[in-house]
């Protein structure tokens, strides 16, 4: 049997298999993390593009790289790309080199690098290469949350006096 016949079939990978939800950095990450889909998610028009989600979430970070789903098989394996920081996945892997699934391919031309890590070291990782946040509200103070209640106040009348306004008919 061919490898895409095994994959079609339901072979090892299960690449193919529409009962499959991989691993979703939205789910695990997204409560903290700013989670966006890769560039080219909008444009692709590949069927099935919706089980293949999780391959197209990112972390974006403020080196210029992102953190992505490198592998959903247990162990689940993520991935730390920078085109610009080189020097950075450098330090990370001597960081975390007794850490088991840590793994660096610095064999590119250039500057560019990829770090491998398990998913237990998203958050050291994350924070080391500048990855973004979402925006946490600060609370509101009680003089914000007055005036935010005046303002509600005087808008709802408003949008009363248009529809009472409205329905009298023409003027």
Known sequence: MSNLAEKTAGGDDQLLDPS??????????GKNWKIQMEESWGS???EGKGRQKPWYEIVPTSCGGFIGLYQHH??????????????????LFE??????GVRLDDWFDGYEAVLYFPVELFGQVAEAVGARRKRQGRPLTDAQRAAFAEGRKKGMAA???????LLSGPP
């Open 20 to 29: 499959f939800h991989g691993f979703s950095l939205r789910e695990h990450f």
């Open 44 to 46: 692709e028009t590949a």
């Open 74 to 91: 247990p162990p689940v394996i993520l991935h730390f790309f920078t085109p610009k920081r080189r020097l950075i996945c450098q330090r």
């Open 95 to 100: 960081h975390f080199k007794d850490v088991p």
């Open 159 to 165: 949008l009363k006096r248009g529809r009472d306004s």
